[in-house]
């Protein structure tokens, strides 16, 4: 889960930072010394790229040390900065560590994989340039469009995103404690009966989700929705506490979650970023490491296949969670790992970065080619949108070269990972983004995890024949309602599309298809008509919080919404984006780092702050003794 944060990125500029460097950097101490006492003296105040990473080098030198060093010395500075409670800092580190370590042994500092690892862990250093000579080997584009609606009676498909099931919530514990989801008896103050915040039965805005909240939207759904014809469910899980998440835990909040979801019948899956332990830790196959999460794969595969069948079930587990399967109906449903294009999966940050990590954009265009040449429809379903801040830019573009030439075979995309109700277009070019160069769509489908606003799922109206998107109803319930704890959530609808902007538009025929075209006329009425957007930013925040977006965050918003492409969305890298504190975009106020997995990031986050690199320091001296500041940095040591 990740917020589209972009906002955040332009309006927030917590350090005073001198012009970055947008290009590969040669660290400082390539240039003058390297002796890590001197790195640490030249890198007091570590404000850009080159300055990133010559911290690269002295934590590299760490790394070769060992993971357990490497381990002690960074929860050592993560207790002294205080960034996290230190039970905070030993779990995460502990776990998300060994991999930091392995990528800095592998990393050569100073080339793109270095920028990139400074780019997402500091903020220190700007996109580089999407590397366009790789391609996949993808068949020229037949002249096929695609099909106009049928006019046949539509189907309901049900969308649920994000659960984030917290089996130890517990009724009548603190909801106020320090940590990033409460409802837990952290400490004994936080015990019911002890604790003047206590939490009630079915959740709470600071929490992930209870059994008894999770239990409410499947029965809403059932009588809501009695006749959907299937539902889909685009990952997300594990519940937030992820310095505590073990593989135990994986495996049992995972087959937890499925026995409930069963009630729904018929569901298609995605495995989502916090579906492992540690949090986001998919090994690609060419990483040779011990740290595996072929059991969630499998346990994945066991829960899953009486839904999508024994051999998209085998595919589960052999193909690194991603699957291929058709529905009762015919439809081709394609559920990608989107992990391997997630910038925060830092296996993914080894020696030379893969292009193509598990071969899964091939997998991906293969079965595109059988499913156009069987002349079948497709939805592809994934959990992290491939045109957020959190993609690899690289990827994101070869995923959109897939996508645009399967723009007639692939009906819509869905996706989840943010929390928020939004949606994402993608275009034949993105320098003349128009109704006309409009090519396809993206639904992102907002959380049922109280953390981010209140509660929802959506239901979708579709063609049963072109399985194209006619209409979209998100339902929700309102935590704060004064009967919620009492009487329990009550669902209801919240808005459809057609009926809110469909009307604006003029287009409220019930078989008229949701076309990328009508997006991106939704987004011009955005530009033209501020009432509408400002209802569009609050919908979007699941009618949680003060909405008011205006200004950059309002070009920033309808950038984002027009970039299935990553390195179109208007992101923009700000230093220490990742420091435990709220910050204010416009007035929306988001927790940095709420959506993110990694609690590592914003723990080594903490080496730019004003005592760092004292902290370092003293850590280093600490756990290597005083000799280890002599050390001579090996230049690009990869063994
Ligand atoms: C969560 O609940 C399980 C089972 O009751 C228990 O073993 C575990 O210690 C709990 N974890 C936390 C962090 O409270
Ligand atoms: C949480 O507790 C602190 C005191 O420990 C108090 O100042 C604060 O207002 C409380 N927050 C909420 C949301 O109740
Ligand atoms: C939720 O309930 C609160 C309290 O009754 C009310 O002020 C608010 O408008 C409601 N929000 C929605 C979206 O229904
Ligand atoms: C989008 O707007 C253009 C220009 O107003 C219009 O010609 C076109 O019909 C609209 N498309 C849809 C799908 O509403």
């Known amino acids: 889960m990740r917020c589209l944060s972009i906002v955040l990125f332009l309006l927030w500029a917590p350090l005073v930072v001198p012009a970055l460097s947008t290009t590969s950097s040669t660290p400082l101490a390539l240039t003058k010394r390297d002796v890590i006492s001197d790195i640490l003296n030249d890198i007091k105040d570590i404000a850009t790229c080159a300055g990133c990473n010559s911290l690269l080098l002295v934590l590299q030198a760490l790394a070769h040390t060992g993971n357990d060093n490497f381990v002690k010395v960074i929860t050592a500075v993560c207790t002294a900065t205080k960034k996290e409670d230190p039970d905070v800092c030993a779990g995460a580190i502990g776990l998300e560590g060994p991999i930091l370590a392995h990528n800095l042994r592998q990393m050569t500092v100073g080339t793109k994989t270095a920028d990139l690892f400074c780019l997402t862990v500091f903020g ?7 590397d366009t000579s790789f391609s996949l080997p993808l068949s020229s584009k037949p002249s096929i469009s695609r099909p106009a609606p049928s006019n046949k009676t539509p189907i309901k498909v049900v969308h649920i995103s994000d659960i984030h099931i917290d089996l130890n919530y517990t009724t009548g514990a603190s909801y106020n ?19 003047e915040y206590p939490a009630g039965p079915y959740g709470n805005s600071a929490c992930d989700t209870p059994l008894s909240l999770e ?7 059932q009588s809501l929705v009695p006749s959907r014809a299937f539902s889909i469910f685009t990952g997300d899980v594990v519940e937030g506490a992820v310095w505590l998440v073990t593989d135990n ?8 979650a499925n026995s409930h979801m069963a009630s729904l019948g018929q569901v298609y899956p995605v495995i989502g970023n916090h579906d492992a332990s540690p949090v986001n830790s998919f090994p690609p196959r060419s990483v040779d490491t011990d740290i595996s999460t072929q059991y969630a794969y499998d346990t994945l595969s066991d829960a899953w296949s009486s839904w999508i069948g024994a051999a998209a079930a085998d595919e589960v587990s052999t193909n690194f969670g991603s699957y291929s399967t058709l529905t009762a109906s015919g439809l081709r449903i394609i559920s990608l790992n989107t992990n391997f294009w997630y910038k925060q999966n830092f ?7 893969e292009n193509d990590p598990s071969g899964m954009l091939s997998w991906l265009a293969a079965q595109l080619e059988a499913a156009e040449a069987a002349g079948e429809r497709v939805w592809l379903l994934g959990h992290m949108p491939m045109g957020a801040s959190d993609a690899f830019h690289d990827q994101s573009y070869y995923f959109d070269t897939i996508i645009q030439r399967f723009d007639a075979t692939i009906a819509a995309v869905f996706y989840g990972h943010t929390h928020k109700d ?11 983004q128009s ?8 639904y992102i489908a907002p959380a049922l995890t109280p953390t981010s606003g209140n509660p929802t799922f959506r ?22 309602d004064p009967s919620y704890q009492t009487f329990g959530p009550s669902w209801g609808l919240l808005y459809s599309v057609k009926d809110t902007y469909g009307t604006q538009l003029g287009y409220t025929d019930p078989s008229a298809e949701l076309t990328p075209a009508f997006w991106h006329n939704l987004t011009v009425l955005f530009e033209n008509n501020d009432d509408v957007f400002q209802e569009y930013i609050s919908l979007k925040n699941r009618k949680a919080g003060n909405d008011a977006c205006t200004g950059t965050c309002k070009t920033s918003e309808i950038c984002q919404l027009r970039a299935a492409q990553s390195q179109y969305n208007c992101g923009v890298v700000s230093p220490g984006i990742n420091f435990k504190r709220d910050v204010v975009a416009g007035s929306v106020i988001t927790t940095a780092g709420e959506c993110d997995g990694s609690r590592a990031v914003p723990i080594l986050t903490g080496l730019l702050g004003a005592d760092g690199i004292a902290n370092l320091r003293a850590g280093l001296v600490d756990v290597l003794g005083q000799a280890f500041l002599n050390t001579v940095v090996p230049l690009n040591s990869t063994d």
């Open 124 to 130: 220190l250093c700007q996109w580089p340039a999407v």
């Open 177 to 195: 404690c320090t940590k990033n989801i409460c409802c837990r008896p952290y400490t004994a103050d936080d015990e019911p009966g002890v604790t």
């Open 215 to 221: 239990e409410s939207m499947y029965a809403a759904i």
């Open 249 to 256: 835990e994986v495996t049992l909040d995972l087959q937890s």
């Open 347 to 353: 296996w993914l940050y080894e020696k030379t970065m």
């Open 422 to 432: 939004e949606f994402e277009i993608a275009y034949s070019d993105y320098n003349k």
């Open 435 to 442: 109704a006309s160069t409009a090519t396809m769509m993206s």
């Open 459 to 480: 239901v979708y109206d579709v063609d049963p024949v072109t399985y194209g998107v006619l209409d979209m109803h998100v339902y929700y319930t309102n935590l704060s």
